[in-house]
């Protein structure tokens, strides 16, 4: 395994990671619209891709999608704040 180190000025940031343990040799690509950003992952076996939209607040969480293909794999909405205890 390798270690990375990313030193940035600025107020804000993305990281994305490809990881490829099966030699699948996938491609990624990051597009950028406003406050949205998708991550679109293909292979031989097709192309999932992943909507962001950064949090309102620091309360709210951030909406995020996951599609393969037109099939939902998950779905994160404002509306799905952990509960708080006692």
Do not use: Y
């Amino acid at each position: 395994m390798q270690q990375f180190q990313f030193n940035a000025k600025t107020d804000a940031i993305k990281f994305a990671c490809l990881l490829d343990p099966w030699k699948k040799k996938p491609e990624i690509k990051l597009t950028e619209s406003g406050d949205t950003i998708t991550l679109t992952v293909s292979t031989s076996a097709g192309v999932d891709t992943w909507t962001w939209q950064g949090a309102k607040d620091s309360t709210t969480p951030t909406p995020l999608v996951g599609k393969r293909g037109a099939t939902p794999l998950i779905a994160l909405t404002e509306k799905d704040k952990a509960p708080h205890g006692e």
